[in-house]
């Protein structure tokens, strides 16, 4: 296996239908991506258009690449590098090891992650994370977070979660798996039902009567008023989501306790959707005596919003004496917990994170084979 510690590493987005390949050096493209088929539905075709197009990649590189590093759709074995039944992918039933079959093809390591793992170490390594700790510093805060909770919005609710610099894979690579949370308006339902594409086109057509076939790109314009509808159910149908996944969040944060970012397609129309997701994050709960809780410790704050980014990013702190010394110590008397959007923006974050998983994944290597 060809020595590249510092050589680039490629990178794969799987769309349904297409798929794009890149390579990437120091958390930048090195090359001009490739893009060809997928061909979901003939496992052939679709390993054979993997296997030239990486080629191509490589062919327009100066040295070899140290891996592979890239997010598919689950469900998967993504340790050891099998992809399941795939809905889209009816190419990949039974199972298909896709990592082990690209190593032997290319000699160098293969790492697979589900999309919303790699948004989430992505954010964390070079988006919200560190853009969020160097302003709270700039502005005089102490306060440095180290965990993050990230959401995609789009067909689906995915999710991922980085504690203290590590992404939470879990031990059945089911880390960060919001989608089958409880939806807070049918419990019965997926959380999924309610964050989602098809959430957002059911809502609006329930609650306008119009049976035309928007996307949300098209409701969202409605809600702009920049396209004929029914602009409060557009409105709506983008409130309802964020009450939704606020509720799913909120379950969530009582467990990881870090910063929220949201990205995927959905997230653009973040406007109507971050507003009813602080709301339900800030709701209250009760014991059966009839005391009021919040639902959460901390207390949410939408980021996006001016004014509540200058409430979170205020220093709340004091000082507190020791007992019997003069010495003192901070005391956090405020728990707060931001929620913004993606800052990289949702692909980008996807492959910043495969590229600095598989680096952190080789380094690892290499000191244990020391």
Known sequence: MPDN???AILTLDAGGTSFVFSAIVDNKEAVEPICSEAFPADIKKC???????FKKVIDRLNSYPSAISFAFPGPADYENGVIGDLPNF???RGGVALGPYLEEKFNIPVFINNDGNLFAYGEAIAGALPELNSELTVKGNPKQYKNLLAVTLGTGFGGGVVIDGKLLRGDNGCGGDVWLSANKLDNFLLAEEGVSIRA??????????????????????IAEGEREGDRDAAIVSFERLGEVAGFAISESLNIVDG???VGGGISKASKYILPSMIREMNSVRKNTAGDIFPRMQMK???LEDEKERLLFMK??????????SNKTVVYHQTKKVG?????????????????NFAKNQLNINSAENR
Not at 47 to 53: A, H, K, R, W
Not at 210 to 217: L, R, S
């Open 47 to 53: 390993l054979d258009s993997m296997v030239v197009s």
């Open 5 to 7: 510690k510092q050589n």
């Open 300 to 302: 949410a704050y939408n």
């Open 315 to 324: 220093d709340d702190s004091k000082t507190v004496t020791i007992p019997e």
């Open 90 to 92: 009816p190419a990949f």
């Open 339 to 355: 929620v913004m959007t993606t800052r990289l923006g949702t692909s980008k974050a996807i492959a910043i994170g495969a590229y």
């Open 259 to 261: 910063i929220v970012v």
């Open 200 to 221: 957002v086109k059911r809502v609006y057509r329930e609650i306008s009567g119009d049976d035309t076939e928007y996307t949300p790109k098209d409701i969202f314009e």
